[in-house]
């Protein structure tokens, strides 16, 4: 969620998003987490643009989500590897550089870290 909301502030009048998407071609982590949560994106951008700081977006987040599903939400995004992306090859193009760079890694957050780390810089990893 933390990178979620990162991109939905990179999203907002004058940020700047780069390579960020939360939903493309495909839907990507973002909006896999988001549907499961049963939020919109619309919505989490409205909380992001108008809260103080994190602690607001996370109480809303606490308000308008049911929590007992969160451990089984982390343990899925875990799991998920290229092959269980909606469109494999997509994946596979948008994160060649990566991919190329990172041949050892099998999980679709350990490859989209690297990827942002690759992007970013250090300062991306969370």
């Not at 049963?38 to 700081?53: H, Y």
């Not at 049911?66 to 494999?88: F, I, K, T, V, W």
Request: charged share 30%; aromatic share 8%; glycine share 8%.
């Amino acid at each position: 969620m933390p990178r979620t909301i990162d991109k939905l502030r990179a999203l907002l009048p004058g940020g700047n998003p780069g390579e960020y998407f939360i939903n493309g071609e495909i839907p990507g982590m973002s909006g896999f987490l988001l549907d499961r949560l049963g939020i919109t994106e619309d919505a989490l951008r409205e909380v992001v643009a108008r809260a103080a700081d994190e602690g607001e977006v996370a109480a809303w987040l606490r308000d308008h989500t049911d929590g007992s599903q969160y451990a089984a939400l982390n343990e899925a995004m875990r799991r998920s590897r290229p092959r269980h992306a909606q469109d494999p090859e997509y994946f596979a193009e948008l994160y060649a550089i990566t991919l190329a760079s990172h041949p050892e890694l099998e999980r679709i957050v350990d490859i989209i870290d690297a990827d942002d780390r690759r992007i970013f810089g250090a300062s991306a990893s969370r």
